[in-house]
């Protein structure tokens, strides 16, 4: 299987690349003058690929359909470590789109004979717009084993909202420690207030945990809120470190410790990777 890794997935797919001992494709990114994009594989390519490419930009999303539609006479093994749009999962006002759908759609025809993998989709729910098997693959206990080398006094993992407490409990589990969530509430796109739940976080160690954070407000509310409450250090867990504007500097000004987040796509936090997640998920 020859591994193909997009722009904005050249390391990770470098990574699995040498986990599975297969080839590496050499491609070639670039954009016009004009903004369109520009892709091409100099590599031979294998009857089976595996193309890897996370879509955190509308660009990204045109790469991987150009490096789909290059690989049309391949068995194509599709991974998209994170899923941008996946929060347009429903129809939220009369009048929009489903775009998650759409994006879905657009792929499929590439699709025919292949198989999708992402990792925490924020909704599941959109793997069902595939025509091809779709599964998510979780990154949660990697998460966790870089958690349980922080040597936190009394933690407690704590998800911000209720959409992923699941993914705080998992952790919890796996490292024996306690869980809750907050409650909150997003006013517009990059607004969000929280009310506490009821959690005695005074003096102990704690790490919020979420599928992502995309502008940090979310975390950032969270943080400042569970340190009024006198939380001793705060630590960030993360699937997907999208990390837009100034998220870092919100995040360090409301007192965070660290950000532990994973290479589905990759930042300067990004210290956990999934290769191996999707390295042994490729092998089956
Ligand atoms: C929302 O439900 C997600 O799980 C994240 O909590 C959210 O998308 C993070 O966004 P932001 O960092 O912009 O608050």
């Known amino acids: 299987m020859m591994i193909i890794g997009g722009p904005s997935s050249q390391l990770l797919a470098g990574r699995v690349a040498g ?10 990114y670039r954009h016009f003058p004009d903004g369109e994009a520009y892709t091409q594989i100099l590599s031979d390519l294998d009857e089976e690929v595996a193309v890897i490419q996370s879509t955190p930009t509308d660009r990204d999303i045109i790469y991987l359909l150009q490096l789909l539609d290059i690989c049309k ?32 759609q657009a792929l499929n025809p590439f699709l025919e004979a292949g198989r999708v993998f992402t990792v925490n989709i924020h909704a599941p729910s959109v793997l069902d717009h595939f025509s091809s098997p779709a599964r998510n693959l979780d990154a949660t206990l990697l998460l966790a084993d870089k958690i349980r080398d922080l040597d936190l006094r009394d933690p407690v993992i ?65 943080i400042a809120l569970l340190r009024r409450q006198g939380a001793r250090r ?49 092998r089956s």
């Open 19 to 28: 986990l599975m001992g297969e080839d590496l494709a050499l491609c070639d």
């Open 73 to 104: 006479d391949s068995r194509v093994s599709l991974v998209i470590p994170y899923f941008g749009y996946a929060r347009q999962d429903k129809i939220f006002q009369p009048g929009e789109p489903l775009t998650a759908r759409a994006v879905a």
């Open 158 to 222: 704590i998800s911000p909202d209720k959409g992923a407490v699941r993914m705080a409990r998992s952790a919890a589990e796996h490292l024996g420690a306690e869980y809750d969530y907050l409650e909150k509430t997003r006013h517009s796109g990059s607004e969000v207030s929280m009310a506490p739940k009821e959690i005695q976080v005074n003096g102990r160690d704690l790490v919020i945990c979420d599928d992502m954070i995309a502008t940090g407000e979310t975390m950032a509310t969270a």
């Open 234 to 282: 705060v630590y960030l867990a993360a699937v997907h470190p999208v990390l837009t504007g100034s998220a870092i500097l919100k995040l360090y000004r409301s007192g965070v410790e660290a950000i532990l987040a994973t290479d589905t796509l990759d930042r300067g936090v990004s210290t956990i990777s999934v290769a191996p997640l999707i390295a042994e998920t490729l």
